[in-house]
């Protein structure tokens, strides 16, 4: 409980296992996301080469001069909400957050009927020319984040006695899906005042699954809870895994069972730290509505009062698309103008 654990999810992502194989991880997965809501998953079939190639360009991107970074700044990236944010540009928790990024989603043509309609956070991505190849790799990988994330949301959904393709029929045929390469310099821990300098201030995720991929140099941090008391927990970079979280749209549709648990970065390893988290979320349009499966007859308790945010998750109705515009404008307040 007071650790993150590691789940094998081979079963789920060959398409030759057993029943029983896929039940067994399914299980595991389930007992992780009612207790910390975070797991590690190896055995994902994610190709090694392609995610050593995305971090080495990313790298390269981020030591560049700022006024380069700058030409793919995300004020030119329009209501597809892409690009570049330079440190202390995002607002997690209200404070600047001290990292840079790239933001990207699903590719759309400027002929897309959505694009065309103006909707916020769809349309084409804003790749850097330099380096070479990153834009082709960050394609090529959140394809195959894609494939990665039906197959955990399979073992979620049979975790919760649902059919495996439960949330690919009904609320992922067309998923959300946001990608981002974050960089967090080093730093001094703590401010003038003596206030925690963060990389990611404390916060929870808005949508269903994220998958991270972190570097070596640590610092991830999660809220875990115990018999009423929380204790914050170290989720250390393990090798050829991914960190797994499930997001506040989980959290409503479990009614509080699934936790979208809080989690924080701080950057003590004295340079730079990568980290890659792909957010796999429902449709735009999907209306978000609480899961009808016995699995779920305990619901959990309303936690607003606990939560960073002091939001209830549970009393929200309407689309995804309408949230995650919510929560966008408060962590991005320069661009809101643009978008909302
Ligand atoms: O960089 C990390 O390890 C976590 C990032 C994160 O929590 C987020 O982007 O939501
Ligand atoms: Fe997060």
């Known amino acids: 409980m007071d650790t993150v654990p590691l789940i094998d999810v081979r079963a789920l992502v060959d398409p030759t296992s057993s029943p ?36 080495a360009l990313a790298r ?22 892409r690009g ?12 600047p957050d001290r990292k840079e990024g790239l933001y990207f989603g699903t590719e759309l043509s400027p002929d897309d009927p959505r694009v065309r309609a103006g909707t916020p956070l769809h349309g084409p991505n804003l790749f850097p020319l330099e380096p070479d190849g990153l834009g082709g790799a960050v394609l090529a990988y959140m394809a195959a984040l894609t494939s990665l994330g039906h197959a955990l949301m399979s073992g979620i959904a049979l975790s919760l006695d649902l059919e495996a393709d439960f949330f690919a029929a009904r609320y992922m045929a067309d998923p959300t899906v946001l990608f981002r390469i ?18 990611v201030g404390e916060h929870t995720d808005y949508g269903v699954l994220t998958i991270l ?10 809220k875990t809870r115990q018999d009423g008391h929380t ?58 509505a609480a899961i009808d499966s016995p699995a779920l ?34 962590v991005f307040p320069d661009l809101r103008a643009e978008v909302l």
């Open 297 to 330: 007859k305990d619901a959990g308790a309303d936690d607003h009062a606990e939560r960073w945010d002091r939001q209830s998750v549970h009393s929200f109705r309407g689309t995804y698309g309408a949230y995650l515009l919510g929560k966008v404008g408060k």
């Open 84 to 95: 570049f944010f330079p440190v202390g540009g995002e607002l997690t928790s209200g404070r």
């Open 231 to 288: 204790r914050w927990v170290d989720a250390p970079p393990v090798e050829d895994a991914f960190v797994c979280n499930i997001g506040d749209m989980l959290d409503r549709m479990t009614r509080g069972v699934y936790r979208s648990t809080p989690h924080r970065v701080l950057n003590r390893a004295g340079r730079d730290r990568l980290s890659l988290p792909f957010f796999f979320d429902p449709d735009w349009t999907a209306e978000i």
């Open 20 to 55: 029983q194989a896929r039940r067994e991880v399914a299980a595991r997965m389930g007992a992780a996301c009612r207790n910390t809501g975070f797991f590690y998953v190896v055995g994902h079939g994610v190709d090694v080469g392609l995610q050593t190639r995305l971090e």
């Open 213 to 222: 991929k972190q570097d070596d140099a640590g610092g991830l941090q999660v």
């Open 60 to 81: 390269d991107f981020f030591a560049r001069p700022e006024e380069e970074k700058q030409r793919v700044r995300m004020a030119l990236g329009g209501r597809a909400w």
């Open 182 to 199: 974050f960089n967090y310099p080093p730093g001094p821990e703590a401010d003038a005042q003596g206030l925690p300098v963060w990389g």
